[in-house]
């Protein structure tokens, strides 16, 4: 499992990053600056048998065959843990779920209250801006962010990067046991 702690202190800028830390998954670039996530090397442009999750809601992609990683509507500060279930035991999942099961859950909306503005640098143009806010009303609960991302790789070869995304969280506590959970997102990546 990948907490949100050890996913801090990884320092990986992009999702797909994190599972170099789990054994048997193999993260690579396909054209440059199109993650690739596999388990145990077998692998193509969309690798079929890695079922990804997102708090329950497959996101899978049956016109791609597979997972598109630049486009998972979700940023790493919202992640509240990562969990991989290798091997056949994720098969009971669905098809998708021969080789591994990887599911995302994101933080409650009630931890995010006010307003946090993050602006990250790095080297060969990295520019990363996020804007986070979060609310209470009652028994509902809401997070909303937004974030932008510049990067210009390398020198020389065609693997830069745009990026703008916008997700947003409504938990409603309806009664003392059940909960309402709607989750949005829109990404745009050129």
Same mark, same amino acid.
């Given at each position: 499992?990948?907490? *949100?702690?050890?996913?801090? /202190?990884?320092?990986?800028?992009?999702?797909?990053?994190?599972?170099? $830390?789990?054994?048997?998954?193999?993260?690579?670039?396909?054209?440059?600056?199109?993650?690739?996530?596999?388990? #145990?090397?077998?692998?193509?442009?969309?690798?079929? !048998?890695?079922?990804? /999750?997102?708090?329950?809601?497959?996101? =899978?992609?049956?016109?791609? !065959?597979?997972? &598109?990683?630049?486009?998972?509507?979700?940023?790493?500060? &919202?992640?509240?843990?990562?969990?991989?279930? *290798?091997?056949?035991?994720?098969?009971?999942?669905?098809?998708?779920?021969?080789?591994?099961?990887?599911?995302?859950?994101?933080?409650?909306?009630? #931890?995010?209250?006010?307003?946090?503005?993050?602006?990250? /640098?790095?080297? *060969?143009? =990295?520019?990363r801006i996020l804007l986070r806010g979060g609310h209470s009303f009652g028994d509902i609960d809401f997070r909303l962010t937004g974030s932008h991302i510049d990067?210009?790789?390398?020198? !020389?070869?065609?693997?830069?990067? *745009? #990026?703008? $995304?916008?997700?947003?969280?409504?938990? =409603? #506590?309806?009664?003392? =046991? &059940?909960? $309402?959970? $709607?989750?949005?997102?829109?990404?745009?990546?050129?």
């Amino acid at each position: 499992m990948i907490d *949100r702690q050890l996913i801090k /202190l990884s320092g990986a800028k992009e999702i797909a990053d994190l599972f170099r $830390l789990v054994p048997g998954m193999h993260v690579g670039h396909f054209r440059g600056n199109d993650p690739v996530v596999a388990y #145990q090397g077998l692998s193509s442009e969309f690798p079929q !048998g890695v079922q990804v /999750l997102i708090d329950g809601r497959s996101v =899978y992609s049956p016109i791609f !065959g597979g997972v &598109d990683w630049s486009n998972i509507p979700v940023v790493m500060e &919202d992640i509240e843990r990562i969990e991989v279930i *290798r091997g056949a035991n994720g098969s009971s999942f669905d098809s998708n779920a021969f080789q591994a099961v990887i599911n995302i859950t994101t933080s409650h909306a009630v #931890q995010t209250s006010g307003v946090q503005v993050k602006n990250t /640098l790095g080297e *060969r143009g =990295y520019q990363r801006i996020l804007l986070r806010g979060g609310h209470s009303f009652g028994d509902i609960d809401f997070r909303l962010t937004g974030s932008h991302i510049d990067d210009n790789g390398y020198a !020389g070869n065609d693997d830069d990067t *745009r #990026q703008d $995304l916008l997700t947003g969280r409504i938990d =409603y #506590q309806v009664t003392h =046991y &059940d909960n $309402l959970q $709607l989750n949005f997102g829109v990404v745009n990546t050129l």
